[in-house]
């Protein structure tokens, strides 16, 4: 029973650096481990049951769940439970009759703050009442007969341990199509989170005289690294073969993770969704689903079966398996004979070729050709998925055997497409390789990928290259899938790049990779007694010391950690000690010959607490230092954890125009081009829309906002924005009629970084929202226009506008363009006249005044020096690394010299630039650049005072104009926006 799945695909993200284990549907690793007794000796032990006897459900062990869906950890709501099931939960569904439970399906009107709905029915769980890790775990239950019933009896984790649906696992016991009654389902869905989640399913058939509609008992027996399923006490599927993966993790979890924690129970009689379908005309209501009983047990501990990492072996492959060319599983490389377009799914697949995909359900649209031997791929539609566009050949994939995927590739312009090989359809679009995101540029480069298959051999897999989510077009060539030698899973000692958090420590928390949990960490002992171990219960390292010795005798050591000048590193970790004592800690090099942080000395006491230090490298660009952990010194135990080392650069990169400023066409000045647009109701459901540019703004035109606030979405996706910053999202909005619209920035696995709820009125008004990255990421604007919660408008046609919409780095624009008002349109404002001779006995005395976008200084005494008198403007700032363009047009009723300077004032007067130039009667605009080498608060200063060449009459200088901007940053903008306002 999906908790969550809002796409048809589903698939497991389960990266690591170069390799990763995967597991996806049809499960084929093989568990050798010796069991202490067989299956059917075991002594199943009841320990928890509910016979439903009395006439109310016993609040003690079961809780309800009601209403059409739920609220996620960000706030949003997910209606139909994620599943697009169309009844209401009411506890009036639930009852107990004549010892039995019973949950009813109506056809009834129900109605809340999210919508109205035409079915009730029941559901109810034993969540923060009753849990077990472990056990067998069965019902006796009597089934519906009808199209759109979808009963079921399943588990989900009491803790998501491992991270959201579906990383910390879901346990379907028994699910069922009231369509199909001759069949049951039961199943495992795991992975990653949602959307890169995968499942293993197997189907349980009845015999001739028996169906759902019979009391049948349903049950798993559930072992570490193990689940059965059974129906009448009848085996139909044994699993031992899962994975769990957060995409913050160098590697998976150790197994048999996520499928070793604490799970709760579940039932429930859904009405529509995906599993099979909604109700007809055929089906009758009320339709009952009746429990007798349901019983857990479990084992004495020394019966369960010890838990034993998949192995894979590999196999022949299949039958119409291509034959490589010169080792190339890739046919026609140069692109030669062209694409087969697939728009609707109902085109012959190319078997053989390459196939360009853009499926209308996913909002893509676009064009392949061939390109001097690259397959170029121009995209007018993005669409709503990274599989919006795809370029896909079929590929042999055998299970156990290891592939590498080359290629060469580019872009228009900077952005990421995702790379991986899948099943089709037949085959629940599983995952077989890690979802690779590849980094494009507009340089060609050449990619190496390689993964294992862990899935049933499949003589059809998709290489699929996702080009979704986008406008900028790619080209792709040189593409290569070659079967090469089993290669290291894990490859321990090799440099590392930094997680994606930023932490540079992989396995901190000493539960990830082997099923000893301490894959990454090696442990060396000279010549002392002693051991490490990871306890299954806390997760965390301990070292017993069995001796006294030298500090350095007990090491704990992680290689291949990146280390780079310019940057302050922050060593955090738990740790406690049996018995107070001193342990040391460096970070150094390949051979230890070069000590980047020092020698620091930990004083562990016994109550346990989290220890930190910092340490700034100097002159070190290092990719293969380590971490050391001297443990020896007095005999005693010694418990570790979360250990992370996180980097702070002390000077920041300077970021580039497109790191800035992601949002292309903010201003709509080229109409839609960069933006999309979802409407649901293209595919199903109500909603309608359209979108158009009027009068430079984008408008969206209501007719029907759906069931959902994601039925009608306008968008830009693909902004690649940087960890680190903090961004400033702002847009003018207005609405016809008054209402709520839903603003995100979220990723792929719409993951949000932004979501908050505006409302709109008739008047235009500004929104603005602070967004801070921690990390890279590629995100999307949405502007979700449908059924928004607070909205009571569901037909009712109006129109939303949008316009000035910016995402870009806080405070990077005002760097840019620091200078203000430098065309005087605003008279003097922000500009200052400094004249000696106010403040001392000074001879300088001058004025200023403003007339038609210029400004007058008028010198009736030089003074001694040349900044006697300054005409500038000061608390400028800077960015260093850019170059910085400064123009100026003036004249002087009298020849004379006047100096430009950029400096950072009192108390130093550093000078960036500098230059002396000579002015006359007739107006010239002067051009001077320069490389700025660091951040700075400056003043920009015309220095008017005495120096030579100047005359000591009374004189008059006007300036007309003058900008000061980083090089290249107006040019770019017009190119984004279409207009030169470039400071706005």
Known sequence: MLKKGFTVMLAACLLTTGYSHVYSNDAVGKGEGDQTMADGEKDWQLVWEDNFEGTDLDSSKWSYDTGNGFVQPDGSYVPGWGNEELQYYKEDNVTIEDGKLVLTGKKEAASDEHGTYNYTSGKIHT???????????????????????????????????????????????????????????????????????????DDYHFGEGSDITDYNVYSVEWEPGEIRWYVNGELFQTLNNWTSFNTENGTKYAYPAPFDQEFYLILNLAIGGWYGGGPDDSTEFPGQMEVDYVKVYELPEDQYREPVEPVFEKEELPEGTKEPVNGNYIYDTTFENGFTEIKDGTEAFDEEGWNFVHLYDFGGNGSASAEEGLAKVDISQAGSQPHSIQLIQNIPAGVGRTYKISFDAKAASDRNMNLKVSGGAERGWSLYSPNYEV??????????????????????????????????????????????????????????PPLRNGNHIYNGTFDQGRMDRMTYWDFITDGANAQAFVEEDTRALKVEVQENGATDSVQLVQKGISIKSNNEYTLSFDASAVEEKDIQVAVVSKDGSVNYSGWETIALSTTGENKTFTFQPENADDSEAKLVFLLGGNAGSITLDNVSMFAKKLRQDALTFEDIFPLKNGKFNFGLVHWNNHVQGVYDGPSDASFEVEDGKAVTTIKNVGWNPWDVIFMQEGLQMKGGNTYLVSFDASSSLERNVEVVLEDSSYSRSLSEVISLTPEPTTHTFEVELNEDKQLGLKYLLGNVAGNEIPDEEHQVVIDNVKVEVAGEREKLFPLKNGDL???????????????????????????????????????????????????????????????VETRSNHPRNIELVVDNGSPYYHRFFENIVKIGPKPQNYQFEWEQPEDAQLGLKFLLGNMEGVSKKKHHIDFREVTLEAKGARAFLEQLEGTDAATE
């Open 127 to 201: 969540k923060g009442k009753f849990n077990q890790k472990y056990g067998k775990f069965e019902a006796k239950i009597k089934l519906p007969a009808g199209q759109g019933y979808w009963p079921a009896f399943w588990m989900m984790p009491e803790e998501d341990k491992y991270g959201g649906w579906a990383a910390s696992g879901e346990i379907d016991i028994m699910e069922a199509a009231g369509g199909d009654l001759n069949k049951v389902g039961g199943a495992i869905h795991y992975g990653s989170q949602w959307p890169n989640n995968t499942y293993t399913a």
């Open 439 to 496: 980094a494009l540029t507009p340089e060609l480069q050449s990619y190496e990928y390689t993964y294992q298959m862990q899935a049933e051999s499949d003589a059809k897999a998709r290489l699929e290259f996702n080009m979704g989510l986008n406008n900028s077009s790619v080209w792709i060539g040189n593409v290569k899938v070659e079967e090469i030698d089993a290669i290291d899973p894990y490859n321990e000692d090799a440099a590392k």
């Open 825 to 887: 349109t605003n008279s003097i404002e922000n500009w200052n006249l400094h004249v000696q001779g106010d403040h001392d006995d000074n001879s300088s005395k001058a004025s200023v005044k403003a007339k038609d976008e210029h400004a007058t200084v008028t010198i009736d005494n030089l003074g001694a020096n040349p900044w006697d008198i300054m005409f500038f403007q000061e608390n400028l700032e800077l960015s260093g690394g850019r170059t910085y363009e400064l123009q």
